[in-house]
C-alpha cells in the first residue's frame, strides 16, 4: 500500500532530510515537535508539526505511545523514526505492528536480534561472519579462562551497550574481576540490563561499515562501504566512500560478509553493519549492526545517487528493492564533516545558544545537511549536529580540495563549532594520506596542542 | 435536524451583521462552532484523518496560535499531554463541564486517550468556565488550550 503521509518521529537536519524527500515523491509530513522545537526549520517545512512534549527527550521524542497516537490522530500511515531517540527501540516497533501504522525500519525482532549485542556475535557467528575474538561472561573463573585465550588488551563491555557506552579497557588480567563488577553494575545502570561480555581490543583498528537495503524476504543489497574512523571517544567526525587505501580483495570481503547477515536476518529497510578492520593482519570483524539511517548516509547517497530515505519508504510501501545489486553504480569519492555546536578549545564542550547567523556554502558537488538558519536555536537537551557538510569529486583529492573550500565559507555565529577542528584535519598529511585508524583523531589532537605549547 | 446550504448561509449573513464575533448553535447530535475572522469551522467528530494537509512551498511559522492567547483575567487550560480529547466520559453521556458553570480545580473538564489510556484532566484553576476550544473526540497537542476560566479569588 502506497504511503500517503508519515508522521516523523525525530528533529534536527534529519527531520529536514526526511521532509525533503517526501515532499519530492508528493508524500504529506507531520513532524512531531517538542515545545524546544516548535519554530525549528523542520516544523515550519512539513505539512504540519505536533506539539508531543516538553523539551527533554524522555518527556517527548522518546514516548513511543505518544508518538503512535500522534500518528493516528493525524491520520499518518507510517512513521519514520530517523535516527537516535526511538529509532533502535523494538517497543515503537512492535506498537507499530499490533496498531497496524507501517514502521519505515525493519520488525521489531530484527531490532531485537540486533540490539542484543551477543546475540547480534551469535547471529555473526551463524552468518560465518567473523567476530572479535571473545564471549560471553558467566563466573569469574570462566571469565578468567576466556581472557586467558582472548590475551589483553581486551574490553569488557555491556551487552545492552552501543556507541562506545559501557566499555572497560583490561590491561592486567589481575583487573579483570574488578572491571567486570564495575561494568556490569554500570550497566545495569544506565542501560537496564546488566549482562556483560569480554573482546579482545582490536589497538589498530579502522572502522570500516556497509550500507545495505533489505526487502525484508531475504533479498539484500550492499551500496559500497563507509570509512568512520575519525572518532573521538566514539563519535564519528569524519566519514567517506570508498574507504580509502582498503585493498579490492578486503573490501569485497567485507561487503559480501555485510549482506551474508542482514540475509540471515532477512533484513528489512536501510541498515549498516559496521566492522572493525584490523589493518595489520588485513583480517575483518564484526562489531555491531545499526537497524536505522545512519548520520553519515549522505556520502554513499553521493557517489550511489540512491535516495536512501526514498527507498526506505518504498520499501516500508511493499514495493520492495527496486534496484538489483548489478545496477548499483558508485561513483568517485564523497567526504563528510559533521559540523557541531562543540567548542574545542573546551575540550569539544556542547555550545548551546541561539545562531545568530548562519551561511553555508554552495557549489559543485557541495551538499549540506542541516536544519541551521538565521534565528535557530540549538537548545541543549539534543545532540549538538548542526549541519552535515559533504563533498563529492570524481577522486579523493577533488573531494578533499573542494570540502576545505566549502569549510572556508561556512559561517555560523552565536554558537562554538568545530569548523577549525575538521580543517586542521583536512590540512595534516595523515589524513590526506588515507587510511587512517580509529585513534587517530586523539593522536591528532595531542600533536596539535603540543604543537600549541598548552 | 439538519441543516441545509441556505441556512447556513442564513446564519452567517445573521452573525455577519450582528455584534457578535462567535456562535455556538448545538442541535441533537449536530454542532456549528461559526468564529468571525478565522477559518475555524469545526463539526462535531469533525473527520480530522482524512482532511489533506496543504500548504504552500515556502517556510511559513508551522502552526500560528489557533486561539488567541487569553485576555487579562481569563486564564486557558492547556493538554498536560497530546492525545485524543473527549468531553464526556463515555459516548452519549453528558459532558464533563459546560460553558457557564463554576468548575473547580479538581473538576474534571475531559479526558485525553493516549493509546486506550484514559488520563482525566482537571481544570486546575477555580473559576467560571467562559468556553470550550477543544473538539471532542479530536487530536489535541501537548500545550493547547483546551478551555478558558475567569479564575475567582
Given at each position: ?12 537536519e ?8 517526501c ?10 515537535v517538542?515545545t524546544a522545537?516548535?519554530?525549528s ?6 505539512n504540519?508539526?505536533?506539539c508531543?512534549?516538553?523539551a ?7 514516548k513511543?505511545e ?7 490522530g493525524s491520520?499518518?500511515?507510517?512513521i519514520?523514526p530517523?535516527y537516535?531517540f ?5 517497543a515503537?516497533a512492535?506498537l507499530?505492528?499490533?496498531e497496524?501504522?507501517?514502521f519505515i525500519g525493519p520488525t ?6 540486533v540490539g542484543d549485542?551477543?546475540?547480534?556475535r551469535l547471529?555473526a557467528d551463524?552468518?560465518?561472519v567473523?567476530?572479535?575474538p ?7 573463573a570462566q571469565a578468567?579462562?576466556l581472557a586467558?585465550?582472548?590475551g ?5 563491555k555491556?551487552v545492552g551497550?552501543?556507541?562506545?557506552r559501557?566499555?572497560?579497557?583490561v590491561d592486567?588480567?589481575?583487573d579483570?574481576?574488578?572491571m567486570i563488577d564495575l ?5 545495569g545502570a544506565a542501560?537496564?540490563?546488566a549482562?556483560?561480555?569480554?573482546e579482545?581490543?582490536?589497538?589498530m583498528?579502522?572502522h570500516i561499515?556497509v550500507?545495505?537495503?533489505g ?6 543489497i ?9 572518532q573521538?571517544?566514539?563519535?564519528k567526525?569524519i566519514e567517506e566512500t570508498?574507504a580509502?587505501c582498503l585493498s ?5 570481503a567485507?561487503c559480501a560478509a555485510?549482506v551474508r ?10 541498515g ?8 595489520e593482519h588485513?583480517?575483518f ?7 536505522r539511517?545512519?548520520?553519515e548516509h ?7 545517487g540512491?535516495d536512501?530515505?526514498a527507498?526506505q519508504?518504498?520499501?516500508a510501501?511493499?514495493?520492495?528493492l ?7 553504480r558508485l ?9 557541531n555546536?562543540e567548542d574545542?578549545?573546551?575540550d569539544?564542550a556542547?555550545s548551546?545558544g541561539?545562531?545568530?547567523e548562519?551561511i553555508?556554502?554552495?557549489g559543485e ?5 542541516t536544519?541551521?538558519v538565521?534565528?535557530a ?9 548542526l549541519a552535515?557538510?559533504?563533498?563529492h569529486g570524481?577522486?579523493r583529492t577533488?573531494?578533499l ?5 566549502a569549510l572556508?565559507?561556512?559561517?555560523i ?5 568545530n569548523?577549525a577542528?575538521h580543517q586542521?584535519?583536512?590540512g595534516?598529511p595523515?589524513?590526506?594520506?588515507g587510511?587512517?585508524d580509529?585513534?587517530?583523531?586523539v ?11 598548552v | 435536524?439538519s441543516l441545509t446550504?441556505?441556512?447556513v448561509?442564513?446564519?452567517?449573513k ?14 441533537g447530535?449536530?454542532k456549528?462552532?461559526l ?6 469551522l469545526?463539526?462535531?467528530?469533525a473527520p480530522?484523518?482524512s482532511?489533506p ?6 517556510p511559513?511559522p508551522?502552526e500560528p ?12 487550560v492547556p ?9 464526556a466520559p463515555?459516548?452519549g453521556?453528558?459532558p464533563?463541564v459546560e460553558v457557564?458553570q463554576h468548575?473547580e480545580?479538581t473538576?474534571i473538564?475531559?479526558i485525553?486517550e493516549?493509546?486506550?489510556?484514559m488520563?482525566?484532566?482537571r481544570?486546575?484553576?477555580?473559576g ?10 479530536t487530536?489535541v497537542?501537548?500545550g493547547e488550550p483546551?478551555?478558558?476560566v475567569?479564575?475567582v479569588?
Open positions: 500500500m502506497p504511503i500517503k503521509r508519515i508522521l516523523i518521529a525525530n528533529r534536527g534529519i527531520a529536514v532530510r526526511i521532509i525533503r524527500t515532499r519530492a515523491l508528493g508524500i504529506e509530513t507531520v513532524l512531531a517538542s522545537d516548535r519554530n526549520l523542520g516544523a515550519r517545512l512539513a504540519r508539526a505536533l508531543i512534549g516538553p527533554p527527550a524522555s518527556d517527548s521524542y522518546l513511543a505518544t508518538i503512535v497516537q500522534a500518528a493516528i491520520g499518518s500511515d507510517a519514520h530517523g537516535g526511538l529509532s533502535e527501540r523494538a515503537l512492535r507499530c505492528e499490533r497496524g501504522v507501517c521489531a525482532d530484527q531490532i531485537e536480534a549485542k551477543l546475540r547480534a547471529e551463524a552468518a560465518a567473523p567476530v572479535v571473545g564471549g560471553p561472561v558467566t563466573d569469574p578468567q579462562m586467558r585465550r582472548i589483553t588488551p581486551l574490553l569488557v555491556a551497550g552501543g556507541g562506545g559501557g566499555m572497560k579497557r592486567d588480567l589481575c579483570l574481576a574488578e561494568a556490569s553494575s554500570e550497566a542501560f537496564g540490563d549482562r556483560v561480555y569480554i579482545r581490543l582490536v589497538t583498528g579502522r561499515e550500507q545495505l537495503l526487502d525484508g524476504l531475504g533479498g539484500v550492499h551500496l559500497g562501504e563507509r570509512d568512520c574512523s575519525v573521538r571517544r566514539y563519535q567526525l570508498p580509502p579490492p580483495m578486503l573490501r569485497d567485507i555485510a547477515f542482514a540475509q540471515h536476518l532477512c533484513y528489512r529497510s536501510a549498516t553493519v559496521e566492522f572493525l578492520v584490523d589493518v588485513e583480517t570483524y564484526f562489531l555491531e549492526m545499526n537497524a539511517i545512519q548520520v549522505p556520502v554513499t547517497e553521493q557517489v550511489s540512491i536512501l530515505i527507498e519508504i518504498a520499501i510501501g511493499g514495493e520492495g527496486r534496484i538489483s545489486q548489478d545496477q548499483v561513483n568517485g569519492c564523497a567526504i563528510e564533516c559533521r559540523i555546536a574545542p578549545m573546551r569539544f556542547p548551546p541561539t545562531v545568530t548562519a553555508w556554502p554552495e558537488g557541495i551538499r549540506v545537511d536544519h541551521i538565521s534565528g536555536s540549538v537548545p541543549p537537551y539534543y545532540d549538538s549536529l552535515k557538510l559533504i563533498a570524481a577522486d577533488t573531494a580540495a573542494r570540502l576545505g573550500k572556508g565559507e561556512v559561517r555565529d552565536g554558537v562554538a563549532t569548523i577542528f586542521a584535519v583536512l595534516d595523515e589524513f590526506v594520506d587510511g587512517v580509529t585513534g587517530y583523531a593522536r591528532f589532537l595531542g600533536r596539535a596542542s603540543a604543537r600549541a605549547g | 435536524m446550504a441556505k441556512n448561509a442564513e446564519i452567517l445573521l452573525l455577519d451583521e450582528s455584534a457578535f464575533s462567535e456562535l455556538v448553535l448545538e442541535t447530535d449536530l456549528v462552532h468564529r468571525r475572522g478565522e477559518k475555524a469545526t463539526r462535531n467528530e480530522e484523518a482532511a494537509l496543504v500548504r504552500s512551498g515556502i511559513a508551522a496560535p489557533r486561539i488567541a492567547p487569553a485576555p487579562p483575567g481569563l486564564r486557558d493538554a498536560p499531554l497530546l492525545g485524543v480529547f473527549y468531553r463515555k459516548p453521556a453528558p464533563f457557564g468548575v480545580e473538576t473538564i475531559g485525553i493516549v493509546m486506550k489510556l488520563n482525566s484532566i481544570a486546575g484553576v477555580c467560571e468556565l467562559v468556553e470550550i476550544f477543544a473538539t471532542n473526540a487530536l497537542e501537548y483546551l478551555v478558558r475567569r479564575p479569588d
